[in-house]
Structure formats: C-alpha cells, structure tokens
C-alpha cells in the first residue's frame, strides 16, 4: 500500500470508529470548504476527512504556499477527486479571490509562519504572514457570509510558560517567548473582534503538540518526527533538558475530528483547548523508540510542562482524544518507509536551532 492510499485508509478507518451522527455527516454534506495550511500535517489530515464529509457534491479548497516543507508539491496531500489545491499565500489579494470564488461556507485557518523558532529568526516575516494573512481571510469570510471560522490556535502559545497545569480556557499569558506566540495569541484577539463587531461565527481551537502521519522532520519540527527519524537512522536522540519535561502529545486525527466538531457546533466566540488531557514525559517518548540519547542545553523558555484541561470541549462538544502517545507512534513507525525520503533540511538541525536560540540571546554555547 503506497503512502496516498494508507493516509486516506487510515482516517477513513479513524472516521469510521467515530461513526459520526447524522447531524454532522448531513452538516457537511455537499458544502465548499476552504482549508488554509491545508498541504501541513493537521491540515493534510484534516482535508481527506473533510473530503469524505463533503462528498461528490461538495469541494475542498486548499490554499497552501508550501513554505513548511522542502520541494514545490503538496507532498501530503493525496490526489482526491474533491479536492482543488491553490499554491497560493494568504496575504495575496489575487489567490484569495481565487479561493473565495467557490463560495466556500466554512473557513479553516490553519496558514501560519511555521514555527517558534522561524519567527525568532525572522520575527517581521512571521508577523507580517500571521497577522496580515488572518486579517484578509476574517474580512473576505465576513464579507461573503461564511458560516463558520475555525481558527487553529496553539495552547503552547497562547498561555507562554507560567500557566497553572492543566492549562484552563480562561487564562492567557503576556509572558511570551516568541514571535509565533505572540501571532497566534493575535489571530485569537482578531477573530474574537470579527465575532462581536460583525457576528462572525469564528472558533479558536488550541492545539497542542499534534503528532502523527503528514508530520516530517526537520529545523523547524516537532520533536516527534524528528525523533522517529533519528530513530531510523540509529542515531542518538537529542534531549534537551532532563527528559522528564511532559507534554501534551495530542493524535493529528482526534484534532481534525475536534476541528469538525467545532464548525458543525452552535457555539461562537469560543476558544477550545484540544489536547489529549494527559501529560507525556519526553522520556516516555525515548523508551517507546529505544535508542541512545545525547544531552546538548534546553533552549530558553522552554515550559517544564504542558497540559491541557480539556473538560470544556468535552461538556460543549463531547470530544476527547482517543489515540494514546504509544498507538500514535507505534502507526508511525510502522510506517518508516515512508519517511526514507523525507524533505528534511538537515540531520543536525535541533543542535543548531538550539545554538540559534542562545545566540539571540548572547549567550555562549559550547558542545552543540
């Protein structure tokens, strides 16, 4: 089985074990969505279930400028007959209006300058790409009525490194450690402001750390596929601090069915955290893949832990997370073939956006 075939059987599998009520599989019966970030790991996953959704009648529009990864296809996404991709950038006028010419109903904000460590190297790229581009899509969805605006927020952003675990809904930090941080707490404020100056029906869902199929490593990435590809290379896994920092590894599957949720749902003006309710140590992560471990230093601002309090989305949406850390990534490494030719940037790059995040400092760094 080819990678499409066993990303599309894999949600499809995931989709049936929901066995959705009918109130939301004729909620997205027929419609034309937009998904931006579409071609990323969340998105990728959470467009071939909203392909299902929609059906023959309906149609996914991607837009996607391919700036995560390395190569100018949406390496991710499958070929679906539903589908129609625009390599397109949010903060352009002209591919906007291409995407909004389908008239889509629902909104997916998933674009965004990928990641915390990207936007400290390049702090007014990422805020002209997160801020400008969220300000265009809210006003062209408000403009032509779109019925619901799901935005992908971060609860690693918004609620910074001195929140009270589990992290509640109702507590957001000043105290951010990067430019993304600070964007994505922005993108809440903006679809908050649409939501009561226009009545725009927008949701931010805060993710956490999402894991699983679509994600791939490199400098910029998660330490799961990074991780795991490490692993597969036998080289020794890269621990920054103790290894007993926790985190809240969420399946990216139970977060396209959280984001499916959200738009099918009455509410509005709301913020989500969509988290696994549990809080896994890296450590537990190293003895699922086995292997060696090299210490190098803990990059600052890093929290000791991140924990979602996830009993709001529970009693608003009955959804809680369904995949464990040890199934995620077991189904990973089950599929190792798939990560041979990956578009990785560089073996080496967790030591070097470590050495980047004290050099922005001043600090001096030895042994990275």
Request: aromatic fraction near 10%; charged fraction near 20%; hydrophobic fraction near 40%.
């Amino acid at each position: 089985m080819n990678k499409n075939e066993y990303r599309v059987n894999l949600v499809s599998g995931y989709l049936e074990k929901l066995n959705l009520v009918d109130e939301i599989q004729s909620y997205f019966s027929g419609r034309n969505i937009l998904v931006t970030g579409g071609a990323g790991a969340i998105g990728s996953n959470l467009v071939i279930a909203l392909s299902e959704l929609v059906g023959d009648e309906g149609m996914i529009l991607v837009l996607d400028n391919l700036s995560a990864i390395k190569g100018d296809e949406p390496i991710d996404l499958p070929p679906l007959s539903n589908m129609m991709f625009v390599k397109g950038d949010v903060r352009s006028d002209k591919d906007l209006k291409r995407v909004f010419r389908e008239k889509p109903t629902i909104v997916y904000h998933l674009a965004a300058f990928f990641a915390n460590q990207n936007s400290v190297d390049y702090p007014e790229k990422s805020a002209d790409v997160d801020i400008k581009g969220i300000i265009k899509l809210l006003d062209l969805a408000q403009f032509t009525g779109v019925q619901k605006y799901i935005y992908a927020s971060s609860g690693c952003s918004v609620y910074g490194s001195y929140g009270k675990m589990p992290l509640k809904e109702d507590f957001i930090s000043m105290h951010l450690t990067t430019p993304y941080q600070i964007n994505k707490m922005a993108g809440e404020m903006y679809c908050n402001f649409y939501h009561h100056h226009y009545g725009l029906n927008t949701v931010n869902c805060r993710f956490f750390n999402s894991f699983g199929p679509g994600e791939v490593p490199g400098q910029y990435r998660n330490v799961i596929p990074n991780f795991v590809y490490w692993s597969m290379l036998d080289k020794s896994l890269p621990l920054t601090g103790t290894g007993n920092e926790t985190r809240d590894f969420t399946y990216v599957t139970d977060v396209a069915d959280a984001f499916i949720s959200a738009a099918e749902s009455s509410l509005s003006g709301e913020a989500l955290n969509v988290g696994s309710g549990n809080h896994y140590s890296v450590n537990q992560l190293i003895a699922l893949l086995g292997g060696d471990v090299v210490s190098i230093p803990r990059r600052p601002g890093e929290p000791d832990c991140t924990f979602a309090d996830v009993r709001k989305i529970n009693r608003m949406l009955g959804w809680k997370a369904k995949v464990s850390l040890k199934e995620g990534v077991q189904q990973m490494l089950d599929r190792l073939e798939d990560w041979r030719d990956a578009p990785v940037w560089n073996p080496e790059t967790i030591q070097q956006a470590t050495s980047k995040w004290f050099q922005y400092l001043g600090d001096k760094v030895t042994n990275v």
